[in-house]
């Protein structure tokens, strides 16, 4: 189990339903366990593609997604959901969180979906409302800002309670899309290193996708999404 | 499953105005439903019960449905009479067991009066073997006394003792009989039939009040007293109607046959089911026509719950797609919009049958006094049920659609909806 890499795609191509051209064609990438991944990509360049189908919700045409040595591509559609659930926190944008459930209830929802992050999160603080309560925390969350709807907290707040969710059940790996790009810059720096800190605190691989370059200081590798994806220098039709 | 049932409550919470004027608007499709098939097959038990023990129901020619609206029911008015020599031929027939004379046509207050004999409180039945109670005074003795049934000394808060004066023809417009008034004697127990509205009075009585009338009419320069009708000749010239009861019900095909063929005026006898029948069968065209109504009504509420589902389903991508980044599966999406639409069904169809029982209670008492209509509190009857069910299961099916609509989403927009 150490030795498989985290994520490994062989040969991978992608293309969406109704259009000729593939969108993504990857020859290899290979992630190692305990990497913090940049993965740079300006929009439009398959970056959400890619996430789609590292969390087993696209399959690809040709090639193989590894995921902790397991073939997404070969599994069932239901059985890929379950990995998800189990191993990839999941991290967006923007409107990370539920509107009608509170910030507690938004931490423990990949709980509510995977046994086994449920028994990680309660393995590793007593219960997944004191796991949660711990995360929340750790990433600044005050007390006070528990009780409220998940609609009056800030952009900012919004992002962190995400990010504890992402966490939460110590999953091996979280897929971070843009998660700062809608915060400010000082904000920006703080959430980052709110995350990384976290990530080695569970031990998760991260893989962070954004087209903001100056954030790729704090990360072990980076990857040009656009030098590694093929598609666009292949003939149409192919 | 429970995780799902706990997302759907609170998504649906949080979209609770909207959800809730639907479930109303299920709730009130399911009240009418079912409150058409209540009144339509209570009617039917409480025309049947009226009438149990009788027969057959003898008077002059006429559709049979007619002879039975009027006779038993006090519906409508009857266009010829029978002669009283023509009734106790009859009642003298070998077969009959008992024939009780009805002399309609005039009221009191609204309800109708009933000339009739005491075997009326010996044979009639009603709602199976039950005979008529006293709750209290006893029956009439003398010419001027009167019986009144349940709903009559209810409304009108009579007593035994009270005197009554009646009026002339169906309604309270006719002119009245008051210098021959009537005493109450007795009070008849509750029977939930047109008993229950009704007047009793000997037939001598009906005889005696137009003594000095003629035509519909006070004759002008011509008044009997009271004290002096007894010096006059009572016996009744004619009646409106009999209810007859045979030794033995094989025999009522024979005794029909005879009375139809009765030479002395022409006659007609007709079994009491057969009529209500005949009636059921013309009615049953309105009946099929209420409920198909009622039924488009349901389909109208469930087309707006699928609606406001679907509608609803483009400001929830972004949701979906958080459960989906979480975990759900695309089979849970579907399950969890199934859940809502049909919980919402659920929930209307409990409301509406709720509000039904709500309805049936106020409603009951003035149906039963205005019209008779006796509607029993149940909260859900077997063929309601069969209704209620039949509802649930184009809810089911009608949720399908935005289940449907929502796996298809959730397959295409993946993680990231493409708003």
Known sequence: MTAAPIVRLDNLRFTWPGQSAACLHIAELVVDAGERIFIYGPSGSGKSTLLALLGGVLTPQHGRVRVLGADLSSMRPSLRDRFRSDHVGFLFQLFNLVPYLSVIENVVLPCRFSARRRAQAVSAGNSVQGEALRLLAHLDIDASLLTRRVTELSVGQQQRVAAARALLGRPEIVVADEPTSALDADRQEAFLQLLLRECDAVAATLLFVSHDRRLARAFTREIDLAAINRADREPQGS | MSHLLYLAGRSAWNRRLTLGLTLIAIALSVTLLLGVERVRHDARESFAQSVSGTDLVIGARTSPVQLMLYSVFRIGEATNNVKWESFQHLAAHPLVAWAI?????????????????????????????????????????????????????????????????????????????????????????????????????????????????QGGAPMPGVAIPAEYVRKFDLTPKNITAALIGLKSRAAVFRMQRYSNEYEGEPLMAVLPGVALDQLWQVVGIA???????????????????????????????RELAILRSVGARPREIFLLLMIEAVGITLAGAVAGVILLAILTATLAPVAAARYGLIIEQRYVASGELVLLGAVVAMGVLASLLPGYRAYKLSLADGLTPRL
Do not use: C
């Open chain 2, 101 to 213: 004379p009805l002399s309609l046509g005039d009221s009191h207050r609204g309800y109708s009066v009933v000339g009739t004999s005491t075997a009326y409180f010996d044979h009639f039945r009603y709602s199976g073997e039950q005979t008529l109670t006293f709750s209290a005074g006893t029956r009439f003795a003398n010419l001027f006394e009167a019986v009144v049934g349940a709903e009559v000394a209810e409304r009108l808060k009579y007593r035994a003792g009270d005197r009554i004066v009646l009026n002339h023809g169906a309604s309270d417009i006719g002119a009245e009989h008051a210098d021959k008034p009537f005493t109450v004697v007795g009070i008849l127990a509750r029977t939930g039939t047109p008993v229950d509205r009704s007047v009793h009075v000997p037939l001598e009585a009906i005889e005696a009040i137009h003594l000095d009338w």
């Open chain 2, 287 to 317: 009946e099929r026509v209420l409920l198909a109504v009622s039924g488009m009504v349901v389909a109208v509420g469930l087309a707006g719950l699928v609606a406001v589902v679907l509608a609803s389903l483009n400001e929830r991508r």
